[in-house]
């Protein structure tokens, strides 16, 4: 079982940068893609930003160029920068690994106001 724990968020005015931080727990984290996911009041979750165990990057169009995932496998960890943050990427930010099955979790707040 794996257990995902994500740190990072806060509140951050516009223009901002946030790094948010995915550990995960258990062995072959180097196996799993990675995903960073929103949800924003009202909305569905979407995908934010993914990498898979090649290093492959995929973004969603309106995060790319401002948001860079990454991974260090050596610490079981993914990561999100998020730079030129707009209010629009208010929302809880989760953080999903894939391997066979799929592990979430529970969840960071960003907040991006003046």
């Known amino acids: 079982q794996v257990q995902l724990v994500e740190s990072g968020g806060g509140l951050v005015q516009p223009g901002g940068s946030l790094r948010l931080s995915c550990a995960a727990s258990?062995?072959?984290?180097?196996?799993?893609?990675m995903g960073w996911y929103r949800q924003a009041p009202g909305k569905q979750r979407e995908l934010v930003a993914a990498i898979g165990s090649g290093d492959i990057t995929n973004y969603a169009g309106s995060v790319k160029g401002r948001f860079t995932i990454s991974r260090d496998n050596a610490k079981n960890t993914v990561y999100l920068q998020m730079n030129s943050l707009k209010p629009e990427d208010t929302a809880v930010y989760y953080c999903k690994a894939t391997w066979g099955t799929v592990h979430w979790g529970q969840g960071t707040q960003v907040t991006v106001s003046s």
């Open positions: 258990g062995s072959n984290f180097r196996a799993y893609n």
